[in-house]
């Protein structure tokens, strides 16, 4: 800016905005090619038409629910066409995100977004069948088989002949719809065939990022658009004994004040006038809820009243354990986090007519889910769903269900009230404070039995974690905050005693890698060979909303199982990664963590380094593995660290980490993913927990300082990946592998170069220097 002379206000009056207009009844003509808006905002999946349309200009537009939000997979999904139909890449256009418009494919989340696209009923299947049809009426218009015609650029011509004869698929549809039923028979392309799958295509979204061009939610920009603020309790848990309107009446703006039930906000012509509004609006507030002092959380947890369950129950783990040789237990703590998003949350809405079977209401927002949005919005404002149409608009990532549907909410709920498009902007304390649902703390209790020649023969687990709301949905508006506030109750939790399960599901990664995964007469659902095993989870109402955080629970659950490995391997004076495979059955993990230990030259020795002194700065190195998910993506890490043993400071120097997720469908996009995740992982492990005064029931992490994270020029390790790419399986998920590896490969090193076991997250400096005077 210095060189062009442009002021930085200068800079941020001109900075773009994505002006919007728009028809409340629905966009008039086609939007692009054949595909239109639904009047009723329904899309019907199993139809080709809803997924891809081909232009008289051989342009080539694809319809998906799953959306982009960083994480790369619009260019898979451009990829992915252009492979099926041998089309350029750049002849491509993904609209994702739209509801009425793209085909409802739930949230974006879980690694789900490659593994839906990819299965039957998903983007694939749809061009495929698409494929098929062309390659018929190609036929037809070239008057020979099928089997003489071959397609390259989207135009088929006739095997050795003159290369005249042709025609392409623009010419053949003649802008006509196929009218086809997705084909379950459809054979897609062969892995060993890709030509633009499995390549490293440049993600199609970096350059207007990096340039400054893209246009996130937060540029959207309407005729006549508000701005609006919330005010949220001061305490958790507090309601609203009254509100003085007449305390804002002088200020400048023309604001208004909004009041639904416990849901306090305001609305002005600018957003500076909202915001003085927001801080002058008297309020009286109740008192808020009893919260746990936070020193004594993990001991509280356990406390409470549960729901129980059981993921695998061999039921001879009592009987195992008397008759173990040596008997191994530890206790491991997580506490709530946050999922921080980069820029808080924003979103903008247009409600028109109320409520009732007129009203409009159009929603623009960084949501995982349209449709699901679409349906919770819609019972929160008494409107019917198919007037209601959320159009997703990138944000600043999200990682899990942060602020994204909160503030659409919001913004609506404005809106409504006010008659008039209004955008709401959080704060970064907004979105911390008050607009969060938190990732959930977990106590972990583990206890393992071994033999006489150090095998383990029984492995138990009792775990208590918190819950409160959820994902938005069509029934339960209250599982989001300002749903909640507005007067529709969250879901409790009914506390139930665990029955015997019937199948065996690691959705959450509570049963370790090294046990059978057993359940009644079935085959092994698991990846290891212990067959006693007892897994049992208490589930105890959250003081605070909670919801997915990137490798919810998986996380939380991984930390506490690999920690534990590397103890019992400890105790039995073995390799970690020998013993770990001296109790895997599946070749896939035992693939990824033999990939990781060779890529990072493995010290094969026991644990903790011989040679290391209990003074000053020491170097070791940890391991860590895992299925996640239990089927959704095979992961290893090996971590390297520097502890310095008089402040208690960690430094990660090195990263190697290993990954098996099928055919892989964008080698550079892939290993971005799981660079990105070992990173986030150092944060979460190193540096982050959610705090809150018991007294004032207010939460206290409202910032970066107060609540820290890794950040720009804190020490960078060396991060070295190994991607095993199998052709001959399914795709899995990618995205959520290394975070959920990535504490316990850490605090597995920590232990290595210092022999003080970590079992806390974070492992702040207090908390290593607590673990280095608590060595024997």
């Known amino acids: 800016m210095k060189s062009t002379g442009a002021s930085r206000r200068e800079f941020l009056r001109s900075a773009g905005v994505l002006i919007v207009g728009f028809s409340m009844a629905g966009e008039n003509g086609k939007l692009a090619a054949q595909n239109t808006i639904s009047p009723a905002g329904l899309v019907d999946a199993t139809q080709v038409d809803s997924w891809i349309t081909i232009g008289a200009d051989e342009m080539i537009t694809i319809y998906s629910g799953k959306v982009e939000f960083g994480q790369g997979f619009s260019t898979v999904q451009t990829q992915l066409v252009a492979e099926e139909l041998s089309v350029p890449f750049n002849r491509v256009k993904v609209i994702f995100g739209d509801t009425g418009l793209t085909p409802d494919q739930g949230v974006t989340s879980g690694s789900q977004s490659t593994v839906t696209e990819f299965k039957p009923g998903g983007l694939r299947q749809a061009v495929d069948t698409a494929r098929d049809a062309l390659f018929q009426l190609a036929s037809q218009q070239l008057n020979v088989p099928t089997s003489e015609l071959t397609v390259k650029d989207g135009v088929f011509s006739v095997n050795g002949q003159d290369p005249a004869g042709h025609v392409s698929y ?3 549809l003649q802008g006509q719809r196929f009218n086809l039923t997705l084909n379950s028979k459809t054979v897609p392309k062969d892995p060993s065939q890709y030509t633009v799958l499995g390549t490293s295509v440049q993600r199609i979204d970096l350059a207007a990022k990096a340039t400054g061009q893209f246009q996130y939610v937060q540029h959207v920009r309407l005729p006549g658009m508000l701005q609006g603020k919330v005010v949220r309790p001061p305490a958790i848990g507090a309601t609203v004994v009254s509100v003085d309107k007449g305390s804002v009446a002088s200020l400048p703006g023309s604001v208004q004040v909004v009041v639904k039930k416990d849901f306090v906000g305001v609305v002005a012509d600018t957003e500076w006038h909202a915001i003085q509004a927001a801080k002058a609006l008297v309020v009286t507030w109740s008192s808020g809820a009893t919260l746990p002092d936070q020193s004594n959380l993990y001991a509280w947890m356990q ?6 369950s059981f993921t695998v129950d061999s039921g001879d783990t009592d009987q195992t354990l008397v008759q173990a040789v040596r008997k191994v237990t530890a206790q491991y703590l997580h506490p709530f986090q946050m999922h921080g998003a980069l820029a808080s949350s924003c979103a903008v809405a247009d409600v028109r007519g109320g409520s009732g079977s ?10 995982q889910g349209v449709y699901p949005q679409r349906d919770s919005v819609a019972l929160l404002l008494g409107i019917p769903p198919a007037n209601v149409r959320v159009t997703f608009v990138e944000g600043s990532g999200c990682y899990g269900c942060n602020g994204n549907d909160m503030v659409s909410f919001d913004a609506a709920l404005l809106s409504q009230a ?4 209004v955008r709401v902007q959080y704060s970064r ?5 008050a607009g969060e649902s938190y990732g959930p703390a977990y106590v972990v209790n583990l206890t393992a039995g071994v033999d006489r020649s150090g095998q383990i023969t029984v492995w138990t687990r009792e775990a208590w974690t918190l819950t409160k709301g959820d994902r938005p949905n069509a029934t339960t508006p209250g599982n989001i905050i300002s749903g909640a506030l507005a007067g529709f109750p969250t879901p409790p939790l009914v506390p139930t005693a665990a029955t015997p399960p019937k199948t065996f599901s690691n959705n959450v990664n509570a049963a370790a890698n090294y046990v059978t995964g057993v359940v009644a007469a079935n085959p092994p659902g698991g990846t290891g060979t212990v067959a006693s095993q007892q897994v049992l989870t208490h589930t105890v109402a959250s003081p605070f909303f909670t919801a997915p955080l990137r490798s919810p629970d998986r996380l939380q659950n991984t930390f506490a199982n690999e920690s534990f490995m590397d103890e019992v391997a400890a105790a039995m004076a073995a390799d970690p990664v020998q013993y770990r495979l001296r109790h895997l059955s599946d070749p896939r993990l035992i693939a990824v963590l033999n990939a990781a230990a060779k890529a990072a030259n493995w010290d094969t020795r026991p644990s903790p380094k011989p040679g290391n002194a209990r003074t000053g700065v020491v170097t070791g190195r940890g391991v860590s593995c895992v299925l996640y998910e239990g089927n959704n993506g095979y992961s290893a890490m090996v971590a390297e660290v520097s502890v310095d043993q008089a402040t208690g400071v960690i430094t990660v120097t090195r990263i190697v980490t290993s990954q098996d997720s099928g055919p892989v469908s964008n080698p550079d996009g892939l290993r971005n993913q799981m660079e990105g995740g070992a990173l986030q992982g150092i944060s979460r492990a190193l540096h982050e927990e959610v705090k809150w005064d018991a007294y004032s029931s207010a939460i206290t992490s409202i910032d970066w300082k107060t609540y820290p994270v890794f950040s720009f020029g804190d020490p960078l390790p060396v991060i070295e990946t190994v991607v095993l790419n199998p052709l001959t399986v399914p795709q899995m998920g990618a995205g959520e592998c290394t975070i959920t590896i990535a504490a316990a490969a850490i605090g597995n090193a920590v232990f ?9 997250i974070p492992f702040t400096p207090a908390n290593v220097l607590a673990a280095l005077a608590a060595r024997p």
């Not at 007129?358 to 949501?367: D, G, L, V």
């Not at 304390?429 to 404070?433: F, I, Q, R, T, V």
């Not at 290595?752 to 806390?760: E, I, P």
């Open 170 to 172: 623009g010419q053949l």
């Open 752 to 760: 290595d170069a210092t022999s003080a076991r970590l079992r806390r």
């Open 303 to 308: 406390q409470q009243r549960s729901l129980d």
């Open 418 to 421: 006010v008659g008039q498009p």
């Open 358 to 367: 007129s009203a409009m209401a159009r929603i623009w927002s960084a949501t």
């Open 429 to 433: 304390k907004d979105e911390m404070a």
